[in-house]
């Protein structure tokens, strides 16, 4: 199956197909990274190297400071999670190795995380502070961070049972702790190039 790409889908937040199933995110360019959100595809380019190395670099400092301890983290990237009917794959996320002891052998998860980070980037910034952020709290993940490579900048919001709430907005390269992590992370490795 041939799929046409038209500037509205490379630019904007619009589906990339209306009542779209799972085996729909198969007639996408296998670059891209589809979701399933209202029981739409939305399918995007792979984000830009600077976006890909923040995100990784995030993983790698909060992986390998707190994956080993009891009351440590899983942290992942770019995999596929289902809240409800709605598939996402956020940038990172993570769970309490409390809610989840050992990382089981899936293809997509139904666990929600405990935290979920989103790279921004102009093709996903609406989306991902929008619909995204509202299943988020509705499922219940409990921080939720934005990180901006071309600002330099992480916004950490926290759940507090009734919606999210500003915690930090923090940027620069400084070295920083951000809830609900116990370690500082080093701002200064995100954003270089």
């Known amino acids: 199956m041939t799929v046409e790409l038209v500037d509205w889908q490379l630019m904007d937040d619009a589906p990339f197909k209306k009542n779209a199933k799972y085996a729909d995110l198969y007639a996408i360019p296998e670059t891209w990274v589809g979701e399933l959100i209202d029981g739409d595809l939305y399918a995007f380019p792979r984000p830009r190297s600077t976006h890909g190395r923040l995100v990784t670099r995030l993983g790698q400092q909060l992986e390998r400071s707190d994956n080993e301890r009891p009351d440590g983290w899983i942290i992942l990237t770019d995999v596929e999670i289902w809240f ?18 050992e990382m089981p052998d899936v293809a997509t998860f139904r ?83």
């Open 84 to 101: 409800g009917k709605h598939l996402l794959v956020p940038d990172a996320c993570g769970w309490r190795r409390s809610r989840m002891p």
């Open 111 to 193: 666990l929600a995380p405990d935290w979920v980070c989103e790279g921004l980037s102009p093709s996903t910034a609406r989306l991902d502070k929008g619909r995204k952020r509202e299943i988020y709290e509705k499922a219940g993940v409990e921080y939720l961070w934005y990180a901006d490579p071309a600002l330099h900048t992480i916004d950490a919001f926290a759940h507090d049972g009734k919606g999210y709430k500003l915690a930090a907005s923090v940027g620069g390269d400084k070295r920083v702790k951000l809830a609900p992590f116990t370690h500082a992370i080093d701002l200064a490795k995100l954003w270089q190039r």
